[in-house]
């Protein structure tokens, strides 16, 4: 599985930086099964618009150590599509979840959240449970 690349979604980073028992936390799992990960940059800009001064060592660190991905017109085209599917059924999603899924499908990764109520609406989107 280490060949194997999930994009982690901004709620798995919360609650890693959260848990006291680091070793307890969902991505500290899929860490030991072996994946390899990546985020968008979307991801990246909701994690520092939320972190405080005394946070930015420790999410520079995390940024460092995983790939992120640019938002990319393949992304945003893969955007238009999924939106335009959501939006027939009603069930549009915020643009920061939009952005990430899109990313997630353009490149045929599958993503790890904890917020699956929004992503669940995406038939395109494989998620990882």
Do not use: C
């Not at 798995?12 to 940059?41: H, M």
């Not at 992304?75 to 990430?100: G, H, M």
């Amino acid at each position: 599985m280490a060949d194997k690349i999930i994009l982690v979604d901004t709620s798995i980073l919360i609650d890693y930086y959260r848990k006291t028992e680091k070793e307890k936390s969902i991505w500290v799992n899929l860490v030991r099964q072996g994946y390899a990960f990546a985020v968008s940059v979307v991801t990246k800009y909701e994690i520092y618009a939320g972190a405080t001064p005394n946070q930015l060592i420790f999410w520079d660190r995390v940024f460092k150590a995983i790939k992120v991905i640019s938002l990319d017109e393949l992304s945003i085209d893969t955007a238009v599509v999924i939106n335009s599917a959501l939006k027939r059924k009603r069930k549009q999603i915020d643009l920061a979840d939009l952005f990430i899924a899109a990313t997630a499908v353009a490149y045929n990764l599958p993503l790890v959240t904890l917020n699956r109520k929004h992503f669940d609406r995406i038939d395109t989107l494989q998620l990882m449970d």
